[in-house]
């Protein structure tokens, strides 16, 4: 399926939506930012009476994707054609540009962004510029065989 075929504007905007809600919610009763690397490497860093909000953040998340999965399993259905060399190397360069950057598309992108950031706003100007340039590269100078 093409990324015209599956263009969803009515449940992506209320998906945006609930992530906005959620973001703003953890941020205005509990002072945190909804930047989901933060909060999964904060679970490592074992800080007292810290983790336990972010296990339960994560839980969250899967336990939602789990419930989707239920009702809508189309939803799921991905094609990837890429190598699992190409996509270890890729998450691994994502996990080590979140380290880098101080923050991930979430943190950045969803909160920074919405609390007018300058430094989240260039972040997620480089993410989306270096994301374009590599799918540029992949697919159409190395002719998409990674």
Not at 28 to 35: K, L, P, Q, V
Not at 57 to 75: E, I, R, T
Request: hydrophobic share 50%; charged share 10%; net charge positive.
């Amino acid at each position: 399926m093409s990324t015209m075929e599956s263009f969803t504007p009515i449940t992506s905007a209320i998906g945006g939506v609930l992530i906005g809600i959620a973001s703003a919610g953890l941020l205005m009763f509990h002072g945190r930012i909804a930047g989901i690397s933060g909060i999964a490497g904060g679970i490592f860093r074992r800080v007292s009476g810290d983790t336990s909000w972010r296990v339960m953040f994560l839980v969250g998340l899967f336990v939602a994707g789990l419930g989707w999965s239920y009702f809508f399993p189309q939803d799921y259905l991905v094609e990837i054609d890429r190598s699992t060399g190409a996509l270890a190397v890729a998450g691994l360069a994502v996990g080590i540009g979140t380290q880098v950057g101080g923050g991930c598309t979430s943190g950045h992108g969803v909160c920074g962004i919405g609390r007018l950031s300058k430094r989240s706003t260039v972040a997620t100007i480089s993410f989306m510029v270096t994301a374009a340039l590599t799918v540029f590269v992949v697919n159409e100078v190395l002719g998409g065989s990674i």
